[in-house]
């Protein structure tokens, strides 16, 4: 009688053990399920993708404004989130297609010059448009981009881009070692090294 109590006794055990685990599996699949859901949700298919389409009409309109300002009005983007694949399907991009008096055409059909001035446009507009979102204003544009890789045409380019979207901001401080491009602007700043005193700043 008390080794079959014994028996009895272990299987119950055994039992409460595997129903334990049981629940520690459901409650494991259930867990699953809902990273698996945030997953999806936060994907480049989920929020992301929703959050993008939400905010690129208004990045497009802000570009084209300052696209407006720097061309007089000759060059155009637009921005698009799908298109389809060589078998049809259709799958997330995100497509820059310029236009201008030719027609349409790709991003990587134009030249240095208009290249830059679109970057530079849509740059400016996610800024603005990072700002709008954190209800903040945007009164000071620091540009410190690689300005060695522009030729001459490049640089006046910039210039020009510069100029014609100045009224935009309070302060746009445009940070540069090319002596040609420092001297383009009315106010700098110039910082130099002191061998005693570290950088020094001189405004001229």
Do not use: W
């Amino acid at each position: 009688g008390g080794r079959l109590q014994e028996v009895l006794s272990q299987l119950m055990q055994k039992q409460a053990r595997a129903e334990t685990q049981a629940d520690e599996m459901r409650a494991l699949k259930d867990e699953e399920l809902v990273f698996t859901e945030l997953a999806a949700a936060f994907g480049k298919n989920g929020v992301q993708a929703m959050l993008i389409d939400q905010s690129l009409p208004r990045l497009e309109l802000i570009a084209n404004e300052m696209l407006d300002r720097m061309t007089g009005g000759r060059i155009q983007v637009t921005l698009h989130t799908q298109r389809q694949n060589q078998k049809g399907a259709v799958v997330e991009t995100l497509d820059i297609r310029i236009s201008d008096d030719l027609g349409g055409r790709d991003y990587e059909m134009y030249s240095g010059g208009e290249a830059f001035r679109v970057d530079f446009a849509l740059r400016i507009a996610l800024a603005k448009l990072l700002a709008e979102r954190a209800g903040a204003a945007l009164p000071t544009l620091i540009i410190d981009e690689g300005f060695g890789t522009q030729d001459q045409d490049g640089i006046d380019g910039l210039v020009e881009a510069i100029n014609a979207i100045a009224d935009q901001f309070r302060l746009i401080l445009v940070v540069t070692h090319i002596e040609e491009l420092k001297g383009r602007f009315d106010r700098r700043i110039d910082v130099t090294k002191h061998p005693s005193l570290g950088s020094v700043c001189t405004v001229v």
